[in-house]
Every structure is written in C-alpha cells, then in structure tokens.
C-alpha cells in the first residue's frame, strides 16, 4: 500500500496480536530504511523478504531500522535480518538493555504484581512464567544490539523525511512515536491503533501513557501511521479516543472500592473474571492506575494491603 511516494507499508490483515506490526519502509539514495520489521516466525520474514522485492529491493539494501520499541512484533524478525545484514539500528535509550537482553522483557511486564496478597488457591501457578517462551509460539522475540541511541526530542533524518522523536511510554519503558512535521505525519507505534494497548506499571503506567497522549494530541499531525491496522485519518479523535478509554478505567477501580476496602488480589477478581486476565494484564492495567489514582487522592493503601477510596 501507497501511504506517500516515499513510504510503504506491509501490513497484517487483522491488528490483533500475535500478528507482525507493521513494516514500513523509506527508500533513499543509500537504499531502504525499515521502521519496526515484524514478528520473528520464518513465515513472517518471508513476506518481509517478498514485499522489498516487490519494491525493488534486496536484504542488503536495508541500511537502517528504527524499532519503535523492543517488543517481538516489532523486532523479532531481527534475528533472521542480522544473519545477513549489520544495519544501522535505533533504539530509544530505555528499550536498548531490553533489545540485548530481552528476558529483561519480563521484569517490564510486571508478572509479579500476580502473586501480591494473593491468597486464592484457585488462581493459576504463574510464578515461574517466562514470557520468552510463550513469545517463542506465536511471535519470536529476537536480541539485537543498537548502533544509535534515540531520546526524546531527537531529529531522525529518514529519507527525504525528518522525524521528531518523541517519548511516549506507558506500553512500553522507550516506546516511542515518530513525527513528521512538514508532511503532518505521525508514526504512533502502538500507543494509537485499532486497539488501546495494554500497559504496566514498569513501562510507564497510565501516568506515562497519558502522558505522552497529552504530547501527540498537541502536535499537528494530519494522518496517524500505527503499528498496527489501517492509517487513521482523524487524528484528535483517534488520540482522545484511547485517552478516554483509559481514563474510563479509573471509574471502574474506584466503582469496585465503593462499598468496602479490598486486597489487590480480591479487587483484580473483581475486575477480571478469567484467571488468565487475573495473570496478564489485568494486575498491571490495576497497579497502573492504582498509583495514579494515589497520586490523585482518590484512593488510599492501608497496612496489610487493603485498599480504600477516600
């Protein structure tokens, strides 16, 4: 798909995970420019392949990768890439440790906050979790080490393009979104897409991705490029949607807190009916707003873990 002349775009035919981000790619005199390269199964480097042949281009026409942020649809076709090439890669500051070491991916999820107060012999045995295993059945995580560091404010000359690196955590510690001023581009990675993505305190919690909502909803973009699902034309609505949706969730937290105070545990049950949920992400979406609704006044932790609204 043709977004401008100078970019393309591979695309999933569904934005739900476990499917590949989206690949988009620059072409300049030097040769192809990726940002984020997809999921880390062969089947999905494939089509990689085939799309910059399609293009006009060979793996060794690829001199730079932007990854938006070092999760396994956006990097995990590094592995096959790197067995080939040794392009120049961009990381945010924060998401380079997790790119080299990506089992650090696991402390980021904040699969502990399972196990807080949690007393319910029901509830399922995650504590030896590893999310490099479940990644390797349906989205391979790859391990890549940055060549250039990205921090916010940065300018990333891509192409005939020059994109405004700005930090936006929240699903993510070093997510971030790139924009384009002059053409009212912005690439939203997965803080702006068909779906509101999911977010722990580790990664920059709700504070975090509101946030960096706040920031993109000031820039004058005219089109959103997500890493996932169609381009969004309606930029402000698209941005105040997912802002809406997570402020929503502070009324559901303090809704449940009406009637008496409740342990973590017990207020994810109430919350999250499915022990699945109960593991991922219902306690990181909970912990997330949790601070910020203590940072608000709103609610209150007492000795022995009970919280209360005030």
């Known amino acids: 798909m043709n977004i401008i002349n100078e970019i393309k775009v591979l695309r999933e035919e ?14 300049d005199r030097e040769g192809a420019i990726l940002i984020d390269v997809g999921c880390g199964k062969e089947e999905k480097f494939n089509a990689l392949k085939n799309f910059l042949k399609d293009e006009g281009f060979t793996l060794q026409d690829i001199h730079t990768i932007v990854i938006s942020h070092a999760h396994p649809d956006h990097m995990g076709a590094m592995s096959f890439l790197l067995q ?25 999820f904040d699969f502990n906050l399972t196990q807080r107060d949690n007393t319910n012999e029901s509830s399922p045995p995650f504590g030896s979790f590893n999310v490099l295993d479940y990644f390797a059945a349906l989205c391979p995580m790859a391990s890549a080490q940055a060549t250039n560091k990205m921090v916010d ?24 979104s790139l924009f384009e001023p002059d053409k009212g581009l912005l690439f939203t990675g997965d803080v702006v897409g068909k779906v509101v993505a999911w977010y722990s305190p580790s990664s920059g919690g709700a504070i975090g991705y509101l946030d960096g909502l706040e920031r993109i909803a000031k820039l004058n973009a005219h089109v959103i490029l997500p890493s996932h699902g169609e381009n969004i034309g309606r930029v402000r609505e698209a ?72």
């Open 239 to 310: 941005i105040e949607r997912t802002r809406t949706h997570i402020l929503n969730f502070d009324s559901v937290i303090l809704r449940n807190l009406n009637d008496f105070p409740l342990s973590f545990a017990d207020l994810c049950a109430k919350i999250y009916h499915k022990p699945a949920a109960r593991f991922f992400p219902g306690p990181q979406l909970v912990e997330s707003h949790l601070i910020k609704l203590e940072q608000e006044g709103k609610v209150t932790r007492r000795e022995g873990g009970l919280i209360c609204r005030v």
């Open 84 to 108: 080939e090439i040794s392009p120049r890669i961009y990381l945010h500051e924060l998401e380079i440790p997790l790119a080299a070491d990506p089992q650090r991916l696991n402390q980021t």
């Open 153 to 176: 404010g940065d300018l990333l000359c891509l192409g005939n393009f020059h994109f405004q690196v700005v930090h936006t955590p929240g699903h993510a510690p070093g997510h971030v």
């Open 14 to 27: 569904t934005p739900m995970w476990p499917a590949s981000a989206n690949v988009f790619l620059i072409r």
